[in-house]
Nanobody, 120 residues
Framework: QVQVVVSGGGLVQAGGSLRLSCAASGTIFSINDMGWYRQAPRKQRELVALITSGGETNYADSVKGRFTISRDNAKNTVYLQMNSLKPEDTAVYYC??????????????WGQGTQVTVSS
């Protein structure tokens, strides 16, 4: 079994910062890509940022220069530092992990969503 637990989120004023954390645990052999997605009301879920096991990153154009994704492979944890937040960043944020279990089964796991609300 693999669990993915998200922490962080909340309410912040425009221009403020928040940090999200996502920790995977359980029968994990390795984790490939880890990422953050978000879904705003009446919109489709979209990729915010992705980081490979080797540390390569990819960002949505809308967050480049403001958000930073990082990971601690020893802790199976990924972080999203969000600075200069805008009201349009308001959404439910989800963590995603591509996990290879100790049984050598590769599966995608999602953490519970966390609400990020940016007030103007």
């Amino acid at each position: 079994q693999v669990q993915v637990v998200v922490s962080g989120g909340g309410l912040v004023q425009a221009g403020g910062s928040l940090r999200l954390s996502c920790a995977a645990s359980g029968t994990i052999f390795s984790i490939n890509d880890m990422g953050w997605y978000r879904q705003a009301p009446r919109k489709q879920r979209e990729l915010v940022a992705l980081i490979t096991s080797g540390g390569e990153t990819n960002y949505a154009d809308s967050v480049k220069g403001r958000f930073t994704i990082s990971r601690d492979n020893a802790k199976n944890t990924v972080y999203l530092q969000m600075n200069s937040l805008k009201p349009e960043d308001t959404a439910v944020y989800y963590c995603h992990a591509q996990v290879m279990t100790i049984g050598f089964v590769r599966s995608n796991y999602w953490g519970q969503g966390t609400q990020v609300t940016v007030s103007s």
